[in-house]
Every structure is written in C-alpha cells, then in structure tokens.
C-alpha cells in the first residue's frame, strides 16, 4: 500500500514565502490588495509547492464561492466574446472567477440554464437583456442572489441595469439612413418575443421613420435567426418579393454580414441597388466589402462595469448609478443614397 501523500496548506506557503498566514490568503484571494513583492514571493511559493486552494472548504468557511455566474443567450456571437472577456479580467482582478453558461437562445431552457448554474455555486449572476420569464426572476428571488442586467436599459425599471438604450441607438441609426434619402426601408430582426433588444431595436426604427411620416409595409419586417444564415435568407425573401426596400436594418452584425454575402453571391451591388447597416460594431464588420454601417455598442466597459456592479452588490456596497452608456453610430460604405427613381414609399 502506497503512503498517501501529504498536501500542501496555506500554512506551507506562508512559511516557504516568509509571510503571514493572513498576508498569504489575501494574495490569493485578493491579490490588486497586497503589496507586489508580498504577491510574487506568494506565488513563488504556490508554485513551488504546487498547492491548490480547496474551493470547497473555503465557500463552506465563508459562505461564499467568489464566484459569479453569468448567463449568455449565445457564445456565438463575437460581441459577446469581447465582453466576456473583460468581465472575466476584472472580476480576476477582484478576486472572483467568471462561470459562463448559454441557452442558445431558446428562452424556455433560461430558467433550467441559470438554475443548474445556481446549483454550481455563485454569489451573483450576470444577464444579457431586461426581458426574463417570471420562473427566471423568481429563481433568483427565492436564492436572494444579486443580479445585474446587462446589454440593455430598455423596458426596465430595475436599477442594476449596465448597457445602452437599444431603442435610441438603432432610431440614431434610422435617422442617418433617412438623411440619405431612403425612403422605401426594410426592417430584419431577432425574434422579438421576449427580447427587449430586438423590440427596442425594431421599435427606434419605426419611431424615426413616423416622424418622418414613413412607414415600413409589414411584409418588410422580417424576423431571422441571429446567424449569417439568417441574413442570407433574409435577402433571399426580399429578393423574391414584386417590390423590395432600398436599404434594410438588420439587427444583429451577424445578420448583415450574412446578407452582404448573398447579396455578392446574387449580383446585388451594395450600396448601389441596396444599402445594408448592422448593429453591434464588431471587429470583423471593418473587413467587409464594403464596410458595414452600424451601431458601435461599448461591450468591453459593459464587462467591466457589470463584473464591478455585481461585486458591489455581492460585498453589500452601493454601486455608481448605471444610466445608459454611449452608443456610436459608424457610418461606411455599406449605406449609399437611394438608387436613381426610387419607388414612392408607403405612406403613415
């Protein structure tokens, strides 16, 4: 019979580092709070001994996990990536860990997604958007877990909301659009069945355009899946329509780059048949022939602020008010004027 093998304690490592037994716990569980040369002969020390905090011990101790649970309706989408990604390195930076969960935007599997993410254990949880089913929030309430909102401030009055007005930003978009010339406009969108960013999205459209005295003929408005292919067919349906809008608002990057796709695959000129925007401002939308137009959304400092807003609630401190954050409408050279004799558009 093999003699078990001892493993290392955190007692180990303060000896071996020549700190306090105190000094060497908040360097691993808070390192931003200890002096940096404290924090490096911590970590020489973890390492030299190879130990391995027992998770499970410490959340039994304290009651607590230190870490934060955060619910996506997709990974697949890169915005989503860039602000995972800094909400991961600030709640690091804090000393928490980030686990991620999807449901694929199947909203009936929400409330099983974030119930088996509560039952990992967490202190808090992230969200993407303000539209949740009664059996979500009722979850939430019966664990009396903090949460945050996030990607939006439309249709709601819960104060720990960290994103942009959808609605505002897709009518600023609208009204660059409008000041081109457009008038016949198409509208392709998520489902907007609980989904406050796709209704908010679609709704600041349709808002510019009735100031304008415009409205958008219902075969016009499309609903797709957020996916390139959802684009491709978006266009596909225009396509096969007897009259077809001048430019078209699709709701996610994602939708429009697909649909600038099939508009090369079917020999439709952008702008010059048919102008395209997006919304979301990712990366890749620079890459295009030609560049998107669309809504730059701010999703690293939505990490950030939701990985610090959570935090706050979770160690019982008031967090900053969380008003909308800016939005940025880039205009590129997806959008061009109407193309020479227009169709009247349908009028309010």
């Known amino acids: 019979m093999k003699p078990s093998i001892r493993r ?3 007692a180990d490592v303060a000896k071996l580092a020549g700190v306090s037994l105190g000094s060497a716990s908040r360097a ?17 020390a973890v390492a030299q001994l190879g130990y391995i905090r027992d998770g499970a011990a410490a959340a039994l101790a304290s009651r607590r996990t230190r870490t934060v649970g955060a619910v996506y309706p997709t990974l697949n989408n890169p915005i989503f990536a860039h602000s995972t990604h800094s909400m991961q390195q600030t709640l690091w930076e804090m000393g928490y860990q980030l686990l991620i969960a999807s449901h694929e935007y199947h909203d ?34 019966q664990r009396a877990l903090p949460y945050v909102l996030t990607w939006s401030v439309d249709d709601s009055h819960y104060p720990h909301c960290v994103g942009i007005s959808n609605y505002d930003a897709s009518y600023d978009l609208a009204r660059c659009v409008l000041a081109r010339g457009h008038t016949r406009i198409g ?9 406050e960013r796709a209704r908010g999205r679609r709704n600041g459209v349709l808002a510019a355009l009735r100031e304008h005295g415009l409205s958008v003929p219902p075969e016009w408005i499309i609903e797709q899946p957020f996916s390139f292919e959802g684009g491709r067919q978006a266009i596909r349906d225009y396509w096969a329509l007897p009259e077809r809008p001048t430019v078209i608002f699709f709701g996610t990057d994602l939708l429009a780059m697909g649909a600038l796709h099939e508009c090369r695959r079917l020999g439709i000129a952008v702008p010059g048949e048919l102008s395209i925007v997006g919304f979301d401002g990712i990366d890749e939308t620079e890459m295009m022939q030609p560049e998107l137009t669309t809504v730059s959304i701010p999703a690293q400092e939505i990490g950030r602020r939701a990985a610090r807003h959570i935090v706050d609630l979770i160690e019982k401190r008031e967090p900053p008010p969380a008003g909308p954050l800016a939005h940025v409408v880039l205009e590129r050279g997806s959008l061009g004027p109407p193309p020479a004799r227009p169709r009247r558009a349908r009028r309010a």
């Open 187 to 195: 509208v392709c969108g998520g489902p907007i069945a609980r989904n």
């Open 28 to 44: 691993l569980s808070v390192p931003k709070e200890v002096k940096p040369a404290t924090l490096e002969r911590v970590n020489r």
């Open 108 to 141: 009936d599997d929400e409330a099983a997604v974030l119930r088996a993410t509560v039952e990992r254990g967490v202190d808090g949880i992230i969200m993407v958007g303000t539209d949740h089913s009664d059996e979500v929030f009722a979850l939430l309430h």
């Open 8 to 10: 290392p304690t955190l």
